[in-house]
């Protein structure tokens, strides 16, 4: 496997799949991919079938919409990648606790994760919430809160906390862009 750091759009090439990393500045790390012509790059490669996958703000940056009523990272609010149907609020207070369940049947790239437990560490600032299908209908968990950032699309996704199916469902991708904002 090659793992390649990408911070420019010309230099995606044609990975096999492209990770978004968490954030400790959502909404400025997002602005900063907008602006660098990144999130484009992600689009594009999302419509053409490439796996993306979001872990913490990652996962929210994937959204339709990001609000920070809090003014935790400055206020107001941004439209997201428009990848996966969900909304993100930013929360006032940090969420850290260990969370588990049982990811429910999904489709696409991750299908094998289907009926996996789970068992990981929970960090967050924000509740993300399905605008289109109960996030219920994909993982099922004893903390519901447990599962803001678990969700699955065709061949958009966010954090899984999964066992050792996802290496075996990832196995064929050789090429990996992991994107780096730098912050």
């Known amino acids: 496997v090659k793992v390649r750091y990408v911070n420019e759009s010309g230099k995606f090439g044609r990975p096999d799949i492209v990770f978004i990393p968490g954030s400790k ?57 428009e990848l996966l149907p969900i909304r993100t609020t930013l929360e006032q207070k940090k969420i850290t606790r ?28 924000g509740t993300s919430v399905s605008d289109v299908t109960a996030i219920s ?8 809160a447990a599962i803001s950032d678990v969700i699955a699309t065709s061949n958009v996704t ?11 469902q990832v196995a064929g991708c050789d090429d990996w862009c992991v994107v780096n904002s730098g912050n």
């Open 25 to 81: 500045s959502t909404i400025a790390d997002l602005k900063w991919m907008r602006q660098s012509g990144v999130e484009a790059q992600i689009k594009k490669l999302s419509r053409r079938g490439v796996p993306v996958f979001g872990v913490c703000g990652g996962f929210q940056m994937l959204g339709n919409l990001i609000e920070d009523p809090y003014n935790v990272e400055g206020g107001g609010s941004i439209r997201g990648m």
């Open 98 to 125: 260990q969370s588990h369940g049982i990811i429910n049947d999904i489709g696409g790239l991750f299908e094998s994760l289907s009926g996996m437990n789970y068992e990981g560490y929970e960090i967050h600032m």
């Open 137 to 144: 209908d994909v993982v099922s968990t004893s903390d519901m």
């Open 158 to 168: 966010g954090d899984d906390r999964s066992e050792d199916g996802f290496k075996e």
